[in-house]
């Protein structure tokens, strides 16, 4: 049994507000559902006919509705743009199990990518007619070595009107991809380099609305994270003793927290001096315990790692530069980009009276919304995210 590692990130075409493309991904409990929508034309309707569809896939598709009924009711209710007349979005519908086993349907977007060890793998498709729209149906079997990757057709057209006449063409982004397959490469680093290059060859002015979904196998990778203590003392022993029976690494993020932790297992707690900057705090050490931080000033910092790291419009050398430095930030960023498949996130609800002090600028709310864009940029990496207040 395998974890079905995803992660897609888009490009918006340059001068408009909203994509166009809508990627829906759905955990069902034999794998994960997704569907990669492209909606006609750019903009705020494309953005309505891309998320209608990719939802109404989505939904139906989890409740066991066969792919005819769910691409007819797709076909009547979408809304017709009134410039076309037309009711249009493509789509790509992948389901991975966690066997390995792959069912995947496509209307009108590029071809899916498939390729194992920096070869291509053919997939066997089987034409079939579905309310007038040409669908083509697959089912194939991947493997921890396999990567497999779904576009909209912003990838493909990059570059036209710029760096190429033709665009970066199907062929191209295969040759691209095939060095993405060789090695233990993240989902997460994979899409981030495609938009990268597209965004280079678009010349920061994309053409079309971009967007990269990006599906690996391999074993679950669990993070247990711990931050803030319990509302009511009495409970430390039990929440700490619960924390450490879960399968996975565990991370403490929090003075206070950190000296809970040390206290019940009977330990002291070191200081990594050598991970001190000058706005981060440094980190620590306690036996049977992953990283140990200070709480919401390196959450803080550890977000804006990842939000760089997922935008395609940062360049890849900076971003890589925050992830790798050494600080207690990054090490927590990196924990969560590239050894994190499910995050278990246990909320202490005590109120420390330092961020009750005028003019604190770091309170028990921006401490809750902070844990929420964590818990909101990690899946949208593709993980499994479960938030418990205590």
């Known amino acids: 049994m395998y974890f079905v590692d995803t992660s897609y990130n888009s490009l918006i075409k340059h001068g408009e507000e909203l994509c166009g493309d809508h990627v829906e991904l759905v955990n069902v409990p034999d794998g994960k559902i997704m569907v990669l929508a492209d909606g006609l034309g750019s903009g705020v309707k494309a953005n309505i006919l891309a998320t209608m569809t990719s939802k109404i896939a989505a939904t139906m598709l989890r409740e066991g509705s066969s792919l005819e009924e769910t691409i007819d009711t797709i076909v009547h209710s979408l809304p017709v743009c009134n410039e076309r007349h037309l009711a249009y979005s493509t789509f790509t519908i992948i389901k991975a199990y966690h066997t390995g086993e792959v069912y995947a349907a496509e209307f009108d977007n590029p071809s899916i990518f498939l390729l194992r060890d920096g070869q291509d793998v053919e997939i066997e498709k089987t034409k079939k007619i579905i309310n ?145 900057t000058p706005d981060i705090p440094p980190a620590g050490k306690i036996p049977r315990i992953e990283l140990v931080t200070e709480g919401v000033i390196t959450i803080n910092k550890a977000i804006g790692i990842m939000r760089d790291y997922m935008n395609p419009e940062v360049s890849r050398k900076k971003a890589m530069e925050s992830l790798k430095a050494h600080n207690a930030a990054a090490m927590l960023a990196t924990l969560l980009i590239e050894r994190c498949d499910k995050l278990n996130i246990w909320v202490g609800q005590a109120i420390n009276p330092v961020h009750q002090e005028a003019g604190y600028p770091m309170g028990f709310n921006f401490k809750m919304n902070q844990i929420r864009e964590l818990a909101k940029l990690t899946e949208k990496m593709g993980k499994e995210v479960k938030l418990m207040y205590i």
Request: hydrophobic share 40%; with cysteine.
């Open 132 to 276: 007038d729209k040409v669908i083509y149906e697959s089912s194939f079997k991947i493997d921890e070595r396999s990567l497999l990757v779904a576009v909209s057709d912003g990838v493909v057209h990059a570059g036209v009107g710029h760096s190429l006449r033709f665009g970066w063409q199907w062929k191209n982004v295969n040759e691209y991809l095939k060095e993405f397959s060789l090695g233990d490469t993240s989902t997460t680093a994979v899409t981030v380099n495609v938009l990268e290059k597209c965004q280079s060859l678009y010349e920061n002015e994309a053409g079309d609305d971009t967007t990269v979904l990006a599906v690996k196998l391999r074993e679950l990778e669990t993070i247990n994270l711990f931050t803030g203590p319990p509302v009511n003392p009495e409970n430390d022993y039990a929440v700490i003793e619960e924390i450490l029976s879960q399968d996975g690494k565990v991370v403490v993020c929090g003075g206070t927290t950190a000296g809970i932790v040390a206290r019940i297992l009977g330990e002291e707690m070191e200081i990594d001096i050598t991970t001190m």
